[in-house]
């Protein structure tokens, strides 16, 4: 049983280093993906409301800033961001499915000593 449990965990350990790693097509549609929640992220409208109406200079500031971290700050941040939450979501498929195999492997060890 021991062994099956190595075994288990090293072939976790290879195939989260490889899903990220050496499969460059794996990476690149994880990349992908994690640029869509970015896109649509961004695509949500977000609202400032002021608390007394501003004058026009001071909301043209407003309006620049918003513009610069909408286009020019948080589309980057955000991908990096998200291309770390999909890989994690990955490996934690993975990790669930050696689990699975493991509860599955200490079921029929019960079963043959019965």
């Known amino acids: ?5 190595q075994a288990m965990l090293k072939n976790y350990r ?5 899903m990220y790693h050496e499969h460059k097509d794996v990476r ?3 990349l992908a993906e994690a ?3 970015a896109k649509e992220q961004l695509s ?9 109406d501003p004058t026009e200079e001071r ?3 407003f309006n620049m800033i918003y ?5 020019a700050l948080l589309p980057p941040i955000l991908e990096k961001i998200n291309e770390r939450i999909v890989i994690l979501e990955k490996r934690h498929e993975m990790l669930l ?4 195999e493991a509860l599955e492997v200490l079921s029929e060890e019960k079963q043959v000593r019965s």
Not at 14 to 18: E, H, L, Q, R
Not at 44 to 52: D, E, L
Request: glycine residues 0%; charged residues 25%; aromatic residues 16%.
């Open 44 to 52: 949500q409208k977000f609202q400032y409301t002021f608390h007394k």
């Open 1 to 5: 049983m021991k062994e099956s449990f």
């Open 67 to 71: 513009n610069f971290t909408t286009e």
């Open 14 to 18: 290879k195939t989260s280093f490889k």
């Open 97 to 100: 499915n050696m689990v699975v």
């Open 59 to 61: 909301a043209e500031i």
């Open 28 to 30: 690149n549609q994880l």
């Open 35 to 37: 640029k869509n929640l």
